[in-house]
């Protein structure tokens, strides 16, 4: 089975652009997540989906970020406009109702100069 | 609120040499705890888990035990090797989908 998709795998971009990352999560999973790695912050998460509906988006830093999930089988991560500080390693995980464990992606690393 | 701590990095040992990884929670009730592994340039995988009390998480040589009394999820190895070399990362997970995490420990297994 393939796992948790992202896309692209490295992005690099200038100030003031947009940005959208790409998920595809494991096919029959109710849950996607979103978390932002950096080293100073560590990992957090940014918002959760379930079946489609965002329940939790405490975590998103503020509104220049956006999160969609129109299926079952994809979700977009938007930042615009884009800054420095949002230099980071964005991961994608999924996970099955009544299960605990999530399924992380290979992650997406976003600089922005 | 609910929070992982787990004992700063980076970790440098020669293989063969013991391992452990302290890891302590706190938590409002009784979560279920974790630890994943990040090789470099990849996601986190999950390496063991346990989801109550004493219960023992164990897998490729680790183990960890879900201690109650001490809130404690220590992760050990007796022989570490080089491919061992990742970031590892306590969690834990209570009642809603949110898994919150430790801050990481760099290891690295010198040959």
């Known amino acids: 089975d393939a796992g948790v998709i992202q896309s692209p795998r490295h992005e690099v971009t200038e100030m003031g652009q947009e940005v959208t990352l790409r998920c595809k999560p494991i096919?029959?999973?109710?849950?996607l997540f979103w978390y932002r790695q950096t080293m100073m912050r560590g990992l957090e998460l940014l918002i959760y989906?379930?079946?489609?509906?965002?329940?939790?988006d405490s975590g998103m830093p503020e509104d220049r970020f956006s999160a969609k999930m129109p299926n079952a089988s994809f979700s977009t991560l938007k930042i615009q406009p884009s800054e420095p500080r949002d230099s980071a390693v964005y991961f994608c995980?999924?996970?099955?109702?009544?299960?605990?464990?999530?399924?992380f992606g290979p992650g997406t690393r976003l600089t922005v100069l | 609120g609910n929070s992982v701590t787990q004992m700063e990095g980076p970790v440098t040992l020669s293989e063969e040499a013991f391992l452990t990884i302290n890891c302590t929670y706190t938590?409002?009730?009784?979560?279920?705890l974790f630890w994943y592994v990040q090789y470099p340039g990849e996601g986190l995988q999950l390496l063991l888990k346990?989801?109550?009390?004493?219960d023992k998480g164990s897998n490729k040589g680790f183990e960890a035990t879900y201690r109650k009394e001490t809130t404690s999820f220590h992760l050990e190895k007796g022989s570490v090797q080089v491919s061992d070399s990742a970031v590892y990362f306590c969690?834990?997970?209570?009642?809603?989908?949110?898994?919150?995490f430790g801050q990481g420990t760099r290891l690295t297994i010198n040959p």
């Open positions: 989906f379930n079946n489609n509906v965002p329940i939790d």
């Open positions: 995980a999924s996970s099955l109702q009544g299960e605990d464990t999530q399924y």
């Open positions: 969690a834990l997970i209570l009642g809603a989908q949110k898994l919150v």
């Open positions: 096919s029959g999973h109710d849950y």
């Open positions: 938590a409002t009730g009784y979560p279920s």
């Open positions: 346990a989801t109550k009390a004493d």
